[in-house]
Nanobody, 119 residues
């Protein structure tokens, strides 16, 4: 069973930075994509950023130019560098790993890490 463990969340002032980490229990090279999602109170979980096994990335419009997703296959870890944070970035951030198979998709989620941005 794949386990994903997020870390790096916390409280930061607006304009500050945080780096989130998502450590996998196994090789992340086996995943088709890995991504970061977030869920604010009273809102639906939304995609923040995703990176493919080939290194292609995609970002939500709200974080483009501020957030950067990266992966270190040797450490089985995916990162989310968050700069110029805004109060609206406050949410629980979740790591997700997906494997696309012929028969369907296997998704794995971490437990989440809280990010709070004060104004």
């Amino acid at each position: 069973q794949v386990q994903l463990v997020e870390s790096g969340g916390g409280l930061v002032q607006a304009g500050g930075s945080l780096r989130l980490s998502c450590a996998a229990s196994g090789s992340i090279s086996s995943f088709s994509t890995m991504g970061w999602y977030r869920q604010a109170p009273g809102k639906q979980r939304e995609l923040v950023a995703v990176i493919t096994s080939g290194g292609s990335t995609n970002y939500a419009d709200s974080v483009k130019g501020r957030f950067t997703i990266s992966r270190d296959n040797a450490k089985n870890t995916v990162y989310l560098q968050m700069n110029s944070l805004k109060p609206e970035d406050t949410a629980v951030y979740y790591c997700k790993a997906s494997t696309f198979r012929y028969t369907g998709v296997d998704n794995y989620w971490g437990q989440g890490t809280q990010v709070t941005v004060s104004s």
